[in-house]
């Protein structure tokens, strides 16, 4: 499906939770933050967790998702080695159900919270705009590929670890996309998943690395900090 070239700029009433699409955005200037959170992990309404890196805002922010049967917390843990060092605020949401919304029946709930969640991050904590990606593993991938096609005028990257599948019901903006599987995955195998959806982006002119690895269902450390530099430009 190609990007719409009249993409517009923001959501529109038709275009709400059902279509998968996120209404909170990073302020153009950003104001004096309410009730901003120290350094560390926070609890959030819904059970999402924030991480707060040290440092001085305005941070670049992750959205990351969890797997099926996976927590928000276990998402945390594949990117909070690097998020330190390069200052990244990590959300990470807690699907209502055992996996994303769109897996168990379609857009809604998780997107709602999602965007509530992001909308509090943004009142509390300076974020640069045009510095929010969305990452995730296995059908976290998924998601967050389907997410990140939909809201390209929010997200302008999506990391994509193991990812099975992708679903934009519409799409907005054109996010760069990383992408990265294990040749030895018994889960989602490689030539069904990662190599057909990645023929499929570069067929609808969407900018994609991709990176293959010897290993299975996993996200290793180190293509987790490659998938970070390549988001930074590093």
Do not use: K
Not at 122 to 137: K, L, N, S, T
Not at 142 to 159: H, I, M, P
Not at 199 to 218: C, S
């Amino acid at each position: 499906m190609p990007v719409p070239e009249n993409a517009r700029a923001h959501p529109t009433i038709q275009e709400n939770a059902r279509h998968g699409r996120l209404t909170a955005r990073p302020p153009a200037a950003a104001p004096e933050p309410q009730d901003p959170p120290e350094p560390g992990t926070h609890p959030l309404d819904g059970g999402a967790l924030l991480r707060v890196p040290p440092g001085t805002p305005p941070y670049r922010l992750v959205v990351v998702l969890h797997g099926a049967g996976g927590s928000a917390r276990q998402a945390l843990t594949w990117l909070l080695p690097q998020a330190g060092a390069d200052g990244l605020l990590l959300l990470a949401p807690q699907a209502a159900a055992a996996t994303w919304d769109l897996i168990v029946g379609g857009y809604g709930p998780d997107v709602s919270a999602l965007d509530a969640a992001l909308a509090d991050v943004f009142r509390r904590v300076p974020v640069g705009p045009a510095q929010v990606a969305v990452a995730g593993f296995s059908d976290g991938a998924s998601y967050a590929l389907s997410l990140g096609l939909a809201n390209g005028d929010l997200f302008d990257a999506v990391l994509a670890f193991s990812p099975g599948f992708m679903a934009p019901v519409i799409r907005h903006g054109r996010p760069r996309v990383f992408v990265s599987h294990g040749t030895a995955d018994a889960v989602l195998p490689i030539g069904r998943c990662s190599r057909r959806l990645v023929r499929a982006l570069v067929g609808d002119d969407v900018p994609v690395t991709y990176r293959e690895f010897a290993g299975g269902h996993e996200v290793p450390p180190e293509v987790a900090a490659e998938a970070l530099r390549w988001w930074s430009g590093a």
